[in-house]
């Protein structure tokens, strides 16, 4: 399996007579070791996540808006449905399409038209196009749900799993959270004087009469109450875990320090599980490979507000609030290493230097972007 320059690759096709390709969608799960195994967790969420998204698009059409509480009415639920074909051999590819529970319910065009929508917001994610999203789903709290439901359905940075969609005939629409982190513009309009964040806490309370979840923060031994809209609570029964994160508009005190978080935009359970790392993005079309996969265990900081990640005889040292920030910090600091040590020659370094130069070309070669 080869990743392409431009992220494209061209997709398997469904035997002949599997299914129409107006109404097809093909998700290809494609583990690191490109095993044809993946976690149901992970496929059930994948699903899920399109499941919502194709509801989203539903809801658009039929002039609904975000400002009601999201939830799908039966009509919409029955009509457009993403029913699954047994998987193929390869990668984990699992071939679907937008069909009714309901004979008639649903016209041969107007699943297409869902497919159509679906694919214009994926291409308008991998080209940045927040305009062209706008213009698909121009209710702004309508968008941002189909976003974050977008978001649910990708892979963790750094699982070592990628997810690649298509309809079957054409090139596969490579998706990752930092080309969707390019056309999110989450939630609604902010005040000035608030900064959206995320908080890392232990959940301590949910008052779901109220709206508000409170979480204990470590660092000024403070409990903050968080305000959440009604579309927030699936992810709370999700992620009901000790310690969560919480994204929103964060009023802080006069030191700096939350004390409150309103318009709460994303709850979900803190990830340290491994992050995986095979190769990275270098520059004019090349590529760094590690040798061997390497396999990095992030920890929790002292205050539990950053994660971090440690190598210490590659000299890997980096911090984030979040798992995505944290994955972008470590490709980003694997390039400065190559940039500065790696590549450069004898006559620019120091003697510790040129061991530790010795050491990265040990563990990493650079490679033309999309070789294995």
Request: one cysteine or more.
């Amino acid at each position: 399996m080869t990743d392409q320059p431009d992220n494209l690759r061209e997709a398997a096709v469904p035997a002949e007579g599997d299914l129409g390709a107006a109404n097809r969608l093909v998700l290809r799960l494609v583990p690191a070791d490109e095993s044809n195994e993946v976690p149901a967790a992970l496929l059930a969420q994948t699903l899920t996540g399109f499941q919502g998204l194709v509801h989203a698009l539903a809801l658009q059409a039929e002039g609904r808006t975000g400002r009601q509480r999201f939830r799908v009415p039966t009509e919409i639920s029955e009509r457009f449905t993403i029913s699954c074909r047994p998987p193929e051999s390869g990668s984990f590819v699992i071939a679907t399409r937008i069909n009714s529970r309901i004979p008639d319910m649903l016209t041969p065009q107007d699943a297409a038209a869902m497919v159509g929508s679906v694919k214009e917001v994926l291409g308008c994610v991998v080209r940045g196009d927040r305009a062209g999203l706008a213009r698909i789903l121009p209710d702004s709290r309508l968008r941002a749900k189909a976003l974050a439901l977008l978001r649910s359905a990708i892979p963790a940075p750094g699982s070592g799993y990628r997810l690649g969609v298509s309809n079957g005939t054409g090139p596969e629409i490579a998706l990752d959270a930092e080309r969707l982190r390019s056309v999110e513009n989450r939630g609604v309009e902010r005040a000035s004087s608030v900064a959206v964040e995320t908080v890392t806490g232990r959940l301590t309370t949910i008052s779901f009469e109220e709206r508000r979840v409170t979480i204990f923060y470590a660092p000024k031994n403070r409990e903050l109450d968080c305000v959440y809209s009604d579309d927030i609570e699936p992810m709370l029964f999700e992620n009901r875990r000790d310690l969560i994160q919480v994204t929103g508009q964060v009023v802080k005190d006069e030191e700096g320090h939350p004390k409150k978080i309103i318009e709460v935009e994303a709850i979900e359970e803190l990830d340290l599980s491994p992050i995986l790392l095979d190769q990275v993005p270098f520059r004019d079309g090349l590529a760094i490979r590690l040798r061997e996969r390497l396999s990095l265990q992030p920890a929790l900081s002292e205050t539990e507000q950053f994660m971090t990640l440690e190598h210490e005889a590659l000299q890997i040292d980096v911090f984030a609030p979040t798992r995505e920030r944290l994955w972008n910090e470590l490709l980003e600091q694997v390039r400065m290493l190559w940039a500065e040590y790696g590549g450069a020659s004898d006559e620019e370094l120091s003697a510790p230097a040129l061991q530790f130069r010795e050491t990265l070309r040990a563990a990493m070669e650079v490679i033309p972007h999309g070789t294995r």
